[in-house]
Antibody, heavy 123, light 110 residues
Framework: QVQLVQSGADVKKPGASVKVSCKAS????????MHWVRQAPGQGLEWMGW????????NYAQKFRGRVTVTRDTSISTAYMELSGLRSDDTAVYFC????????????????WGQGTMVTVSS | QSALTQPPSASGSPGQSVTISCTGT?????????VSWYQQHPGKAPKLMIY???KRPSGVPDRFSGSKSGNTVSLTVSGLQAEDEADYYC??????????FGTGTTVTVL
């Protein structure tokens, strides 16, 4: 079945970087954009950025530009999100999510989600 | 780009209907039909319920419907069931940004 499986929880110190992985299965990885969304404890959803696995093009929310890098390895159908300069307010669950598509018609919506990765930033 | 505005909470009794609003501006919701809705149960990943304002992905019950008027989109849940109790988020494509979520609404089934 179509699924996204993310790496496990991580704890980082302020100023460090974290890299979260998202392995896709059950569909053609290069056929769908992959997005990253985060959710701080008790808070709402926040869009971070996307990658086009077919070519590697990216786009990031203004808030995260300069700190976030999304990459992919098509040989293992895996996307990565790296966030640098971590602060305590980066403590959140980070989700990867596939952008839906039907026969080349973009849904502009996220139809498959990973299980989430808890990243805790603490000294 | 500011978050879209949703009411913090909404409620209804089993079998009733509840409607959640999501208000943006003429730069996002008002100009694009690329609005989606997500259901999120505690500790779980969000689930896509509606895309392109009023389209349902396969497997989503037809009790869930979406609509749009001007700068506001709405999600209506008809025939409320206990399992509909969750947080709901709208999301709009806004071009350059390019996505912004709503503030979220907690739906309680009384």
């Amino acid at each position: 079945q179509v699924q996204l499986v993310q790496s496990g929880a991580d704890v980082k110190k302020p100023g460090a970087s974290v890299k979260v992985s998202c392995k896709a299965s059950g569909y053609t990885f290069t056929g769908y954009y992959m997005h990253w969304v985060r959710q701080a404890p008790g808070q709402g959803l926040e869009w971070m950025g996307w990658i086009n696995p077919n070519g590697g093009g990216t786009n990031y929310a203004q808030k995260f530009r300069g700190r976030v890098t999304v990459t992919r390895d098509t040989s293992i159908s895996t996307a990565y999100m790296e966030l640098s300069g971590l602060r305590s307010d980066d403590t959140a669950v980070y989700f990867c999510a596939r952008e839906g598509d039907t026969g080349g018609s973009d849904w502009y919506a996220f139809d498959i989600w990973g299980q989430g990765t808890m990243v805790t930033v603490s000294s | 780009q500011s978050a879209l505005t949703q009411p913090p909470s909404a409620s209804g009794s089993p079998g009733q209907s509840v409607t959640i609003s999501c208000t943006g501006t003429s730069s996002d919701v008002g100009v694009y039909n690329h609005v989606s809705w997500y259901q999120q149960h505690p500790g779980k990943a969000p689930k896509l319920m509606i895309y392109e304002v009023n389209k349902r992905p396969s497997g989503v019950p037809d009790r869930f419907s979406g609509s749009k008027s001007g700068n506001t989109v709405s999600l209506t849940v008809s025939g409320l069931q206990a399992e509909d109790e969750a947080d709901y988020y709208c999301c709009s494509y806004v071009g350059a940004t390019p996505y912004v979520f709503g503030t979220g609404t907690t739906v309680t089934v009384l």
